[in-house]
């Protein structure tokens, strides 16, 4: 069986190491050059993403995210002002739902990105941009590209993000569509805020401040073993620059609406959102990494009727979107399609029928049902 992945994402490398651990050929092909864009800073992990990883990553891989990662996320905290000054009023079971992500554990993003290209060299073709497909009619898939090139697979696979190529040509009614709100997302180097006091209150637990009619959600990433550290012992084969000065930070987010978002340089408006704050916070804002400061466009897909299988088939947020735990169901797509795929490889299912059977499962785990189940 040969399977082609477009896009090298979270969910399209998660997909590449278990099929090849599953010893089913695969190749991925992503528009952007090797080391690509940056994607936001830091990554909240639950238990859908961690069971990915582990499922489908080789054993010094796993060990690597999980040697780096922060300390357990269990709650999260709210906070409030007190006499002036920032204070713990309430902690929530960390549930699933807006603001309350399940438990898990933070993870830097750029640095799970590296590891998860860590001897994917053979198989990751970079500045490969999908443009379209045809199905032969011997089941194939002839997949095509913007610079003439072309492949041939058995399965095709769209993990091209929210922007999907391959969803637009597949399943042409399926939109995207924005609901007008935008969440700034930044992250500041922990020593420059130690002096707060804030790292301290919120320790590993991820905080919900809600004061003087703003919101802002806070994090700290405090490495648990040192990257460049993790690296030799764990991964020596990972990129040294992927760990390379890497400190402990804040992650924070502030969700707006477009129209008070304006047109401003990002992290600028963010420090005007919050000049009227406690100084903590205000600290937070204004000692970030300007360079890393995004605004994120929140969109949905409206629950779609199922589709009948064929050889092509769509993971993450190609095919749902869920602001806040994206990546963990990019990556839990990505587990379930290469167990049914692993199954058609060895016999056990036809094809169509694994593919249909994962779409099934896709189209479960990510209904409005379910995500209200995992917020009880
Ligand atoms: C700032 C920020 C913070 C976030 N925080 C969290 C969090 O804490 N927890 C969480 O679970 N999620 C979070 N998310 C969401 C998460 O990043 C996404 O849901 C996740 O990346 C989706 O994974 P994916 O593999 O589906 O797509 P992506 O990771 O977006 O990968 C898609 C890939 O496809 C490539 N591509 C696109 N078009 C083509 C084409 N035509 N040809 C070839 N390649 C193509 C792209 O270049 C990209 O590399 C966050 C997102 C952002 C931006």
Not at 14 to 22: D, S
Not at 175 to 204: E, Q, S
Request: charged fraction near 20%; proline fraction near 6%.
């Amino acid at each position: 069986m040969r399977v082609v992945v477009i896009g090298a994402g979270l969910g399209g490398l998660t997909l590449a190491h278990g099929l090849r651990r599953a010893g089913i050929d695969v190749v991925v092909y992503e528009r952007d050059a090797a080391l690509g864009r940056p994607q936001g800073v830091s990554l909240h992990v639950d238990d859908r993403g961690a069971s990915a990883l582990r499922a489908c990553l080789p054993p010094a891989h796993v060990a690597m995210v999980e040697a780096t990662t922060g300390g357990p996320r269990e709650q999260t905290l709210a906070l409030s002002e007190v006499d002036g000054e920032l204070a713990v009023t309430g902690t929530l079971p960390s549930g699933g739902v807006a603001g309350r992500a399940r438990p898990g554990r933070q993870v830097h993003r750029p640095l799970l990105k590296a590891v998860l290209l860590t001897e994917l060299d053979d198989v990751v073709r970079f500045g490969a941009e999908f443009t379209r497909f045809e199905r032969g009619t011997d089941g194939t898939v002839r997949v095509r590209f913007a610079d003439g090139r072309t492949d041939t697979a058995d399965v095709l696979v769209g993990a091209d993000g929210v922007g999907s190529v391959v969803r637009r040509r597949y399943l042409p009614d399926v939109r995207v569509v924005d609901t007008g709100r935008r969440m700034i997302m930044g992250a500041t180097p922990l020593r420059a805020v130690l002096g707060t006091g804030l790292p301290g209150l919120i320790g590993n637990s991820a905080a919900g401040a809600h004061v003087r009619g703003t919101t802002m959600a806070l994090g700290v990433l405090r490495f648990t073993e040192p990257p460049e550290v993790a690296r030799r012992r764990w991964l020596p084969a990972l990129r040294h620059g992927a760990v390379a000065g890497i400190d402990d930070y804040v992650m924070w987010a502030l969700p707006v609406t477009q129209e008070r978002l304006g047109s401003a340089a990002v992290w600028c408006r963010a420090g005007e959102l919050t000049v009227d704050l406690p100084s903590a916070l205000r600290s937070v804002v204004a000692e970030a990494w300007p360079e890393v400061t995004v605004a994120l466009r929140i969109g949905v897909i409206p629950p779609m009727p199922a589709w009948p299988a064929s050889p092509v088939t769509l993971i993450g947020d190609a095919i749902h979107l869920a602001p806040g735990f994206g990546g963990n169901l990019a990556m839990q797509d990505a587990r379930h399609l290469c167990e049914a795929l692993a199954a058609a490889h060895r016999g056990r299912l036809g094809l169509l029928d694994a593919i249909g059977a994962y779409e099934d499962t896709m189209r479960r785990s990510n209904s409005p049902s379910a995500g209200a189940k995992a917020s009880t």
